[in-house]
C-alpha cells in the first residue's frame, strides 16, 4: 500500500503563503487521486482539495477556492497544496489523503484510505 509523508508546514504572518507537500512511496502515485485536508483543534477533519490521477481535474473547498491550488508531479511522486492569502483561520493541522476512485468530488474523509501523517500551519494575525 501507499505511504505518504507531508511536509512544508510552519508559521507565517496572515497574507503569506506556504506549499505543503505529499510525498508518496511504496506505490507510485498515478495510481491514485490525492486529496488534502485539514483539522483545527476541536474540530473535525474537513476536506480542502482533490486532484485526480493525471491532474487534469480538481476539487476545492469553498472556504479556500481562489486561495489554494493543489498540483501533482506523478514523476517525482509529489503532490503539492500552494496556499496563498493565508489567513488565521487556516491554521490546523493538514493532511495529505489517497484514494483509488476516479470520480473528480470526495469530500469525505472516511473514502480515503490512506493517509499521511499531517504537518502543521499556523497563521498569526
Known amino acids: 500500500q501507499v505511504q505518504l509523508a507531508e511536509s512544508g508546514g510552519g508559521l507565517v504572518q496572515a497574507g503569506g503563503s506556504l506549499r505543503l507537500s505529499c510525498a508518496a512511496s511504496?506505490?507510485?502515485?498515478?495510481?491514485?487521486?490525492m486529496g488534502w485536508f485539514r483539522q483545527a483543534p476541536g474540530k473535525d477533519r474537513e476536506f480542502v482539495a482533490r486532484?485526480?490521477?493525471?491532474?487534469?481535474?480538481?476539487d476545492y473547498a469553498d472556504s479556500v477556492k481562489g486561495r489554494f491550488t493543489i498540483s501533482r508531479d506523478n514523476a517525482k511522486n509529489t503532490v503539492y497544496l500552494q496556499m496563498n492569502s493565508l489567513k488565521p483561520e487556516d491554521t490546523a493541522v493538514y493532511y495529505c489523503?489517497?484514494?483509488?476512485?476516479?470520480?473528480?468530488?470526495?469530500?469525505?474523509?472516511?473514502?480515503?484510505?490512506?493517509w499521511g501523517q499531517g504537518t502543521q500551519v499556523t497563521v498569526s494575525s
Open positions: 486532484i485526480n490521477w493525471s491532474g487534469g481535474s480538481t
Open positions: 511504496r506505490r507510485t502515485l498515478s495510481s491514485y487521486a
Open positions: 489523503a489517497a484514494d483509488q476512485s476516479l470520480r473528480t468530488v470526495v469530500r469525505a474523509a472516511g473514502l480515503y484510505p490512506y
